[in-house]
């Protein structure tokens, strides 16, 4: 797979978690897949997902950089949302607030099937 065939699935990946179009997912997330070393599997991501959109009713993923290096990606992804009650420990409580993860994608047959994220914690420490 080319290096812009892999980062136009990336796009595509976004794009279905931006519509929340869960239906979709299995196009874009292997059976199998890990989530930071956790075997979650493509019903378990999709939770983790669904999760995700109700915590934050306003949630959407934003690609700032994009590296694409078969069969990985590497993605700097900017959020500016208001999350919820809690969020990663924090009391955010519905304040909006500006933060990025960094993320990195293994593919297989198009699909992905690791995932390691870290979400910049401290940025939102910031800005309580």
Not at 3 to 17: E, P, V
Not at 79 to 106: A, H, I, M, Q, T
């Amino acid at each position: 797979m080319s290096k812009t065939d892999l980062a136009d699935i990336y796009r595509g990946y976004i794009a279905c978690l931006n519509a929340q179009d869960w239906s979709r997912l299995g196009q874009f997330v292997d059976d199998g897949a890990q989530h930071n070393g956790r075997p979650f599997g493509l019903a378990g991501y999709r939770v983790m997902l669904e999760q995700d959109f109700r915590n934050i009713p306003d949630l959407h993923f934003n690609i700032e950089l994009l590296a694409s290096d078969p069969p990985y990606i590497a993605s700097r992804l900017c959020f500016d949302c208001s999350p919820r009650g809690s969020f990663l420990g924090l009391p955010v409580n519905g304040k909006k607030v500006r933060f990025s993860e960094n993320v990195f994608y293994e593919f297989r047959a198009g699909k992905i099937v690791q995932v390691w994220s870290v979400i910049d914690k401290a940025a939102i420490e910031a800005q309580l």
